[in-house]
């Protein structure tokens, strides 16, 4: 492959890649929250045993006092609650409460399930 054509297709991605964060952003706005502040939503909800701050931070690649802030904004608003973990009492794992799981769910929606299974018509 040619420099100028692993240009072209890094171009394309980057392209591709500032469109999508635009929609998340847009997305985002509309339900009140800053682009972080879904994502965190998101790993948090999909974290099915509960997720570290520092799990957070890692996989948006965001600095601890972002992600504290946004985690601390949605405690406060009784959304996420902290539990020891059962491994090591140092971590503490974030999880919804019944009331921050209602939020979410009304901002982040799930794939809609097929009526039929995949070997059924």
Known sequence: ?????????????????????????????????????????????????????????????????TVSAAIKKFWKLGYLSFEESKTDRRIRLIRFTAAGKEYVERIIPLPRRRKTTPWRN
């Open 1 to 65: 492959m040619s420099k100028e054509s692993v240009n072209i297709h890094v171009n394309n991605y980057c392209q591709l890649r500032d469109k999508q964060y635009a929609v998340y952003t847009e997305y985002a706005r509309k339900h009140g929250l800053t682009t972080k502040e879904l994502f965190i939503l998101d790993i948090i909800y999909f974290a099915q045993d509960g997720c570290t701050q520092a799990g957070i931070c890692e996989r948006l690649s965001a600095t601890k006092q």
